[in-house]
Structures are given as C-alpha cells and as structure tokens.
C-alpha cells in the first residue's frame, strides 16, 4: 500500500509528455472528457512541486467533491473501457495485484506477486497461481473466495458482453497439445470460429482458470506472455459477485445491487445527475480517510470551473479558456496543479469507408494539420505536438516516427490529387462535450483551408457517440488512449486486423504478423524491435493520426490534502489513489 503520509500535492510531476485522452476505450480515454486539460507554461503554483500540506484537523466530515464529466457508460468491470466508467470501477473493485505510484507491481488481493522464484510461475511460464489473503471480505462482508475471480474472468468471455478488452486476454484460453506455448488451442480456436462471437463462446468453453481452493486462483496460458502479469492488474480480471449477477440481471450494477470489494462502495447513482460512493467498512487495505465521493457529471469546462469557484467542486480540470483565466488571479494561481499523462489523443480516419480506404488520402489528412498550432494557439501550450501514437515517457517511443508529416501541407495536397480525391467531403464526429467541439471545430477548418475539401461537423450526446465509435460508424472521429500498463503491448495491437478496438479498421498482413510475433517474444529488447517495426507501419500508412500529448491542469483546493496525481488515472485527478486523500479546513 502507499505511504500514509499526508501531503498535499504528491508527485506534481509525473512521467513525461501526455493527455487527459479523448476518446472512448479505457485505455482509450473519456469521449466526452477534454482533450485539453494540462499544465501549461507560464502558469506558478504547485506545479512541478512537492508541496508539504499545511497543519490542521482534519474535517469531521471527509467528503470529497469531483466532476466525472458525463454519465459513466457501465459499472460492470467486465464491460467498462472508457475513463468515466473506469474512474468508478477502479474504486469500487480490487484485483490480485496492481500498479504502485511507481509502476512496480504489488500485492493487492493476493498475498505476493507471483514469480518463478516463489514458485506463482511454472518454469515454462504457462502457469501463473495466486494465493489470496487471508480474511477478504465484500463490501457487504460475505467472504470472497477464489471462485469469483474465475468468474469474472468467464463473464469477460460472454457472448453479447462486447468487451473491447477481450482481445487481450485470449491467451487464458485452453493449452495447447502437451503445453507447447507455440501450438495454442487459440489458434485451433481462431480456426474453427467463423467470427470473433463464435471465438469468445469457445474460449469460455476451454478457458483455463480454476480455483483449486478458496484461497488460490490458477491461469493456465495458452503461450509464454511477458505481460501477463500486467494484465492480471485490470479491472477484466477483477472478481465478481455471480449470485448478484443471477439474482438482478442488467440491473446488478446498480445502487443497492451492486457489491464490490474495493475501497469504497456504490451508495447513489442518479442518472446523468450525480453518484455517490461511501467508504467500504470491509476494504481489506490501510484505512481510507474518505467518508465519500460526491461526483457531478459536468460535460462542460466552463461550467465545471465555475462550481470549482462557488466551492461545489474540491478539484477540477481546465479547458485552455479556464487556464487563461487562471494565469490572471493569483488565488488561483496558488491552487494550480499540473503533471503529465501517458496519452495519445488521435484522429481516426475509417479505413472501411470508401473516401479513407486509400492510404494516400488517409495520409493527405495527416498531413495536413499545424500540430503546433493546435497545441500553443488552440489549447494554450497544454500540449505537445504528437506524430507517433507511443508518447514520450513509454516503452517504444520513438520521437522521430511521423515527422514526415510535420510541415507537409504542400505533400498533402498532391497526394490528394494523385489519388482523385479533390473536393471530397467528410463528416467529423465529436461527443458534445465543449472542448471536444473546440478540437474539432479546428480540424474542420485546417482541413478545409489547407486541402480545398468540406468537412461537416457531427456533434453527438455522448452516449449516442459511445456508440458510434465502438461500433466504427463514423468517418472521420476524434478518440485517443492512455497507458494500462508500460510496456508498447498496451498500444498497439488493438490495430490488429482481427481486434474489437479496432475503431478505424485499420488492416495490414504485416503488421498483424509483427504483432502476433511480438506477443510471444520474451526477450525485451526483441520485443521492442517487433513492435518499433508495427509502429512504423502504422503511423506511416496513416492507420492513426496522433495529433497531441498534452499535460494535465487541474486546480486543487487547498483543504484536499494527499492528492497523488497519475499518468494513468481517469478524468478525475488522483483518482487511481482516492485512499490517499485527507480534508482538512475546508470553510
């Protein structure tokens, strides 16, 4: 667990270069969140600090106040993969083992990290056995045994579910013959399903996790994975109340159905309005602080720092108007917190429609943005330019990936030309979120001026943009991801030609074959020339459009002590470490 040592801003800092993500994927950040919320030059305050908090007693009631920015889409970990939902679901559920503040993995649920040397992994690696710890409990205080984790890994394999993880985890599917990891029932599996339906329902038929005992959860893999471990850090693998599930159907999720085992519990969801979540008496952890979370669900940044101001939120994220705001009052000033994020925000441009399916006019596209533009004029140096989709601060980044594209206006409309394609007309699709609209309503008209062509704006509610996305029924969007974990497996092979996150239907042979090779690959270094080589591919035949990273800006009332900023949290800052906060003299 993390250090019970208050402060009132840890690691201001963090990582290098990112984004608050735009898009919808859990990795994949928020739709309706910002895509401009940062640090920016020329703001003081606590950022790039560490500052000591000051003295007090704390409040007798310990609320804290935080914006969601929409309705969270599912609090189902089996189903969730956009930051709102995530947000919620990370706080209400806890796995094996997670991600410390340091990106080193530690025991949560289990009682060690599983390693040859203890004996969790089998000397071939195809087995990975994790003993639970003693006395675990639901929020409702029944006991949590193993047989909910095997569980929760059956319901990830649901026909209907539609999580678009699932592609991640095939590889607890059953062995192949006589254990050889180079002969996996996946690809029997991958042979006999006519579709990735027809996959799931077999993988749940030969899915290898069993619970030997109460205590004791075993995954049997189908190859050697080098990520494995970081995969069983995710909300997919999280355990899950089957009884509760059976007994309530769709509505299991919901307050009074829903049991967890994190370190708060579900007390008020109010659709679209506000939810609220009370601290989990039976949380097997350090004790929490927290009494509560109060969320709002305010799409709009604007609105959002005004409440921020009325003293209705205890942290926000800012907009580039906000932050302009915010470099003029030195109160404000004071409060002002910025770090990084490990993030992409992207345009996908859909290869399955019949304007994109031609490289050389996904490219034109590409190239026809000022990148430095967007992030010094539109978001007000929130940013930083981006051309490869692996961000500064991860595994695989490569700073000059897509510099072809850089100061390519001229390139751009040739291409466009050579491929007939003058004069074409695009739709853009955006949630309706403020600062989603501001993106797009830029790319509209860098398009439109720098390629002659006309660009319609779609702004959609963002449920009904969720959607869209997920189901790639858009021609041109606005999306992104941020990291799980730090290693390029994370990044790049959900552009495989066969994955369910493949929003933009991206497809090459090649760069499928890299990504299958990668995957089995356990020398590191051989791993990262593979996907290097996938990366390339990708970016080069304008499978994505990276367009920024950005860091985080966030004010932080000064009563919210232990706040610890992360590149990975959701759309709420700290929120991977709620445990953390303490509040004190709040007026």
Not at 567 to 584: K, M, S, T
Request: charged content about 20%; hydrophobic content about 40%.
């Amino acid at each position: 667990m993390a250090s019970r040592k208050r402060t009132r801003i840890r690691a201001s800092v963090i990582a290098w270069f990112a984004i608050l993500a735009l898009g919808l994927v859990a990795c994949d950040g928020d739709s309706s969140a910002p895509p401009t919320e940062g640090a920016s030059p020329g703001v003081t305050g606590t950022s790039g600090t560490s500052e000591a908090s000051p003295t007090g007693t704390p409040d007798a009631e310990q609320v804290l106040r935080a914006n969601l920015t929409s309705e969270p889409s599912t609090l189902d970990p089996q189903r969730a993969s956009d930051q709102v939902s995530l947000t919620v679901v990370r706080n209400l559920y806890s796995g094996l083992i997670r991600l410390d503040e340091q990106d080193a993995l530690v025991p949560d649920l289990a009682e060690e990290v599983p390693s040859v040397e203890n004996g969790g992994i089998s000397e071939d690696g195809l087995t990975y056995t994790f003993h639970l710890r003693e006395g675990l409990t639901w929020s409702d205080g029944s006991p949590l045994v193993a047989q909910a984790f095997v569980d929760g890994a059956r319901r990830l394999f649901q026909p209907g579910l539609d999580n678009s993880y699932v592609d991640f985890y095939r590889i607890i599917a059953a062995p192949g013959p006589d254990g050889d990891a180079n002969v996996a029932a996946q690809e029997a599996l991958l042979t006999e399903a006519e579709n990735l339906a027809d996959l799931d329902e077999l993988v749940m038929e030969n899915l290898s996790v069993e619970a030997p005992d109460d205590r004791t959860v075993v995954y049997h893999l189908n190859r050697r994975s080098p990520e494995f471990l970081s995969l069983a850090s995710l909300w997919p693998l999280y355990p899950v109340r089957q009884d509760l599930i059976d007994q309530h159907g769709d509505r299991w999720t919901e307050a009074g159905n829903l049991v967890g085992n994190g370190r708060f519990a579900l007390d008020v969801w109010a659709h679209s309005e506000r939810l609220r979540l009370v601290r989990n008496e039976h949380w097997h952890g350090d004790p929490v602080s927290l009494d509560a979370i109060e969320f709002d669900m305010i799409d709009d940044t604007a609105v959002a720092f005004l409440a921020y101001q009325n003293n209705e939120l205890d942290v926000v994220l800012l907009g580039p108007a906000q932050l302009v705001q915010v470099r003029g009052n030195e109160t404000l000033r004071e409060e002002f917190v910025g770090y990084a994020q490990l993030a992409t925000i992207a345009v996908y441009l859909n290869s399955a429609d019949p304007l994109f399916s031609d490289t050389r006019v996904r490219q034109a596209f590409v190239g026809a943005v000022d990148r430095n533009e967007y992030a010094n004029a539109v978001l007000e140096g929130n940013a930083l330019p981006a051309y490869s989709w692996i961000p500064p601060g991860m595994p695989g980044h490569e700073s000059e990936i897509g510099l072809q594209y850089e100061d390519a206006v001229d390139a751009s409309r040739a291409l466009l030309s050579e491929a007939g394609a003058e004069g074409a007309e695009v739709t853009l699709m955006v949630p309706e979120a403020s600062t989603a609209v501001l993106a797009a309503e830029w790319l509209q008209a860098q398009w439109q001026e720098n390629l002659d062509v006309t660009v319609t704006l779609d702004v959609r509610e963002t449920a009904a943009f969720r959607s869209a996305y997920a189901a790639g029924e858009f021609q041109a969007t606005i999306g992104g991801w941020s990291a799980d974990y730090p290693d390029p497996q994370n990044w790049l092979p959900p552009f495989a030609s066969n994955s369910p996150l493949n929003f933009g239907n991206y497809s090459n042979p090649r760069f499928d074959e890299l990504i299958a090779e990668a995957a089995q690959e356990v020398d590191f270094d051989a791993r990262l020339a593979l996907y290097d080589e996938a990366h390339r591919l990708l970016v080069d035949e304008a499978g994505i459009m990276p367009l920024n990273y950005q860091i985080r800006a966030t004010l932080v009332k000064p009563w919210v002590q232990g706040l610890v900023p992360s590149p990975r949290e959701g759309v709420v800052p700290g929120d991977l470490y709620l445990e953390e906060i303490l509040i004190a003299g709040r007026p």
